[in-house]
């Protein structure tokens, strides 16, 4: 299986969004707030997992395990919302992305 990419992701954001435009009110930076308020309450739901069932169900049980990535999954598209919001190609997270672990592969 290929990897994953945020295009991929991305690409699949916007036909969300699209279809969804009238309700959710489309992508702007002023919706980005929103987007990542709602972000917050998925990695909240990933922490609820890990608190109430634990690291090793999250690895050993795959009812544990399918609920923890679809939350995981929930962050990732807010995410992805908000990098829509905001206009930011994979191209320019991946720059920066690289700079900040060369930054940080020097730090301590």
Known sequence: MADFTFAEMLG????????????????SPK???????WMYGEMAEVGDIIKKKGEQAIMEDTE???HFVEELCDVLMYFNDIMLCFDIAPEELE??????HQRNMKRW
């Open 12 to 27: 699949m954001q916007r036909e969300l969004q699209e279809k969804y435009r009238e309700k959710w009110g489309g992508l």
């Open 31 to 37: 919706i980005a707030r929103n987007q990542l308020l």
């Open 64 to 66: 544990v395990r399918a």
């Open 95 to 100: 720059k920066t992305y690289r700079e900040k």
